[in-house]
């Protein structure tokens, strides 16, 4: 599977971003998917999480509350609804998938497929 994330830009503080990850050569029904993200002079952190099933969910603490991960199989896309969004959340966000296991996973090192970034700036 190869995956594209979309929908970053430049947002004020308080509002509100869409990210999308498309998956081509495969499907995202088959795949526990993830975002991290990474701001300038940072390591990638996590971000959100779902499992291949759907029926489990998981967000870094930063975010809980204001994020929201959910994937439409019809389209074969991810998403990540960002709401009430900081300055802090400035950075490139990725899109990942774990190819040999269903449930979620929280590392960088679980993930073995990656989408190209997409940038959100949030100015406040």
């Known amino acids: 599977v190869q995956l594209q994330a979309s929908g970053g830009g430049l947002v004020q503080a308080g509002g509100s971003l869409r990210l999308s ?3 081509s050569e495969g499907t995202v029904s088959s ?4 975002w991290f993200r990474q701001a300038p002079g940072k390591e990638r ?3 959100a999480a779902t499992s291949r099933s759907t029926i ?4 870094a603490d930063s975010v809980k509350g204001r994020f929201t991960i ?9 998403y990540l609804q960002m709401n009430s969004l900081k300055p802090e959340d400035t950075a490139v966000y990725y899109c ?7 449930t979620i996973g929280k590392s960088t090192a679980e993930y073995d497929i990656w989408g190209q970034g ?4 949030v100015s406040s």
């Not at 795949?31 to 993830?34: F, L, N, P, V």
């Not at 997409?118 to 700036?121: C, D, H, K, N, P």
């Open 70 to 78: 959910s994937r439409d199989n019809a389209k074969n896309t991810v």
């Open 96 to 102: 990942a998938a774990r190819r040999y296991y269903g």
């Open 31 to 34: 795949y526990a998917m993830g």
């Open 45 to 47: 952190e996590f971000v």
């Open 118 to 121: 997409t940038l959100v700036t």
């Open 21 to 23: 990850c498309a998956a």
């Open 56 to 59: 489990s969910t998981l967000y």
